[in-house]
């Protein structure tokens, strides 16, 4: 059973499109990161949102963190081809060493076809 | 340019044949990670390293040992891969030692173990 929960799997939608993707735990978290990847590269971080309910906005994406900072979603307005990707969450837990581990998401694959 | 440099990118290896991926990194970061990406499973994290000659356990070391003898350098070894050993690797690095920034992944080696 995975830590991070996200849905859905896959996405596959038109061009023009809004969706949104959820990433869901029972576990409370520090603060929750998205990345996004694309076929033959490893992911890139797109934003990192730390205070209960925060609203973060990236052009046509807005993220949201739970006010419990348990969960988190992605909200994509008139989807492009180019947004086409793998979406990872990753939310970090401070260790004992005082470290953090990210602990990521199954991700959610995302087809917007033009 | 900054980046994160993995080899090899592709590897087809046979059971028990000892091997190591390379990871090096350019932007002076003090936290390296290995992590293993399987469908459905997202990113799991095999090791971790805070800084030069600190390495810990994530969530799924065995099989696999790392060093970390100079700073810009995090290999992973496999002494003697197994099939469940296959799988998309990506290093990774960040800034601070405790991780709570961004994560710089590396474009990935695909390892198939037979």
């Known amino acids: 059973t995975q830590l991070l929960e996200q849905s859905p799997q896959f996405l596959s939608i038109q061009e023009g499109e809004n969706l949104t993707v959820y990433c869901n735990s029972s576990s409370v978290f520090s603060s929750l990161q998205w990345y996004r990847q694309e076929p033959g590269e490893g992911p890139v971080l797109l934003v990192t949102?730390?205070?209960?309910?925060e609203v973060k906005k990236l052009k046509r994406l807005t993220f949201q963190f739970g006010d419990a900072r348990k969960d988190s979603s992605l909200h994509i307005t008139a989807a492009q081809p180019g947004d086409t990707g793998l979406y990872l969450c990753?939310?970090?837990?401070?260790?004992?060493?005082?470290?953090?581990?990210?602990?990521f998401g199954g991700g959610t694959r995302l087809m917007v076809k033009p | 340019e900054a980046q994160v440099t993995q080899n090899p990118r592709y590897l087809i290896t046979v059971t028990g044949k000892k091997l190591t991926v390379t990871c090096s990194q350019n932007m002076n970061h003090e936290y390296m990670s290995w992590y293993r990406q399987d469908p459905g499973l997202g990113l799991r994290q095999i090791y971790y390293s805070m800084n030069v000659e600190v390495t810990d356990k994530g969530d799924v070391p065995e099989g696999y040992k790392v060093s970390r003898k100079e700073k810009r350098n995090f290999p992973l070894i496999l002494e003697s891969p197994s099939p469940n050993q296959t799988s998309l690797y990506f290093c990774a690095s960040s800034f601070d030692e405790r991780n709570t920034g961004e994560l710089f992944f590396g474009e990935g080696s695909r390892l198939t173990v037979l």
């Open positions: 949102v730390v205070t209960g309910g």
């Open positions: 990753a939310g970090a837990k401070r260790l004992w060493n005082a470290g953090n581990m990210l602990t």
